[in-house]
C-alpha cells in the first residue's frame, strides 16, 4: 500500500510540475488586425514591451503572412504565392538574444507561418537579469511555385527589451538616449517615464491612444544622463497607449498599459 502510495505521489508530482511549466498561449492583436495590415506586429517603432527581475513577462506578437507578392527575384516581373515563411535563431544570437529567465513559443508551435494566414508568438517568463536586450530573428521565405526552395532569407535585429532591476531602475547606457518602460505597468493614477541623455537638450512627451489619437504632451529641459516624465493617468481610457520621447531628432516610442 505504501509503494502504491509513494508511486502515486510521484506521478501527481510530475503531472503538476508539468502543468505548472506549460507554455501560454499566444494572443492576437485584433486592433492591429482590423487595419487590414501584413507583416509583424508590434512593429520596430512601437518594439517590445519591457519587464522587472522577477516579475512574470508576457509579450505577444502578431504575425499576418500576406498570400503573394510580386518579385524581380527571377526577370520579369510575377505573381508568387507564399508558401510560409519559417523563423529561426540567426547566427550570432543564442535563444534569438532574450533576457536570460525568457523563452519564445510560436503558434504554429514549428515557428513555420502559413502564407495568406495569420499565425502568432509569444515571449513569456520571468527575467533574472536587469539590462538592455538586442533580439535577433530570421525570417527564411518559401513560395508555392518553388517548393522547399528558399527565395529570401532575412535579420530582423531592431527589436529589444528592456529589462529593469527589482527596485524598478534600469540600467542606462550613459552615452546613448535610452526611454524605459513607463513603470508601474499597468498604471492606474501615475506613471512614472525614465529617460537617459547623453547630454542637455530639450525634450517631448507624446501619449497616444491605441487609434493614434494624441492623449498627452509634455516638454522639458533634460539634463545630462538620467530624467523622468511623470504622466497623470486618472483622465485616461483604460487601455494600450502608444508613448513616445523626442532628443535631438531622434524618436524612441514604447507601450504602456492604462488599467483604471
Keep these: 500500500m505504501k509503494k502504491l502510495y509513494a508511486l502515486f505521489l510521484v506521478v501527481f508530482i510530475l503531472n503538476s510540475s508539468s502543468l505548472f511549466s506549460q ?12 487595419t487590414g495590415k501584413n507583416g509583424v506586429w ?31 527575384v527571377f526577370g520579369p516581373p510575377q505573381t508568387l504565392h507564399f508558401d510560409r515563411i519559417e523563423l529561426s535563431n540567426p547566427t550570432g544570437f543564442t535563444n534569438y538574444g532574450l533576457p536570460p529567465g525568457l523563452s519564445l513559443a510560436c503558434t504554429p508551435s514549428t515557428c513555420k507561418f502559413p502564407g495568406n494566414d495569420t499565425s502568432c508568438m509569444v515571449i513569456y517568463g520571468t527575467p ?10 530570421k525570417l527564411t521565405t518559401y513560395v508555392q511555385e518553388i517548393p522547399n526552395v528558399a527565395i529570401n532569407t532575412s535579420t530582423l535585429t531592431y527589436y529589444k527589451i528592456i529589462i529593469a532591476a527589482a527596485n524598478g531602475i534600469n540600467t542606462f547606457n550613459a552615452s546613448t538616449f535610452e526611454v524605459a518602460q513607463s513603470m508601474p505597468n499597468p498604471a492606474t493614477n501615475k506613471a512614472i517615464i525614465r529617460y537617459n541623455l547623453p547630454g542637455e537638450g530639450k525634450t517631448k512627451l507624446s501619449v497616444y491612444n491605441i487609434l493614434g489619437k494624441l492623449m498627452l504632451e509634455k516638454r522639458e529641459d533634460g539634463q545630462k544622463g538620467e530624467n ?11 487601455g494600450v497607449c502608444i508613448y513616445n520621447i ?13 488599467a483604471q
Design 246 to 258: 523626442e532628443y535631438n531628432g531622434k524618436t524612441i516610442t514604447r507601450r504602456m498599459i492604462v
Design 228 to 238: 523622468e516624465f511623470e504622466v497623470n493617468c486618472k483622465e485616461m481610457p483604460s
Design 128 to 137: 533574472t537579469t536587469a539590462g538592455t536586450y538586442n533580439l535577433g530573428f
Design 23 to 34: 507554455v501560454p498561449s499566444c494572443q492576437y492583436d485584433y486592433t492591429w488586425l482590423s
Design 42 to 72: 508590434p512593429d520596430s517603432a512601437t518594439n517590445f514591451s519591457g519587464g522587472t527581475v522577477g516579475a512574470i513577462y508576457t509579450q505577444n506578437i502578431t504575425i499576418k503572412v500576406p498570400n503573394d507578392t510580386v518579385t524581380t
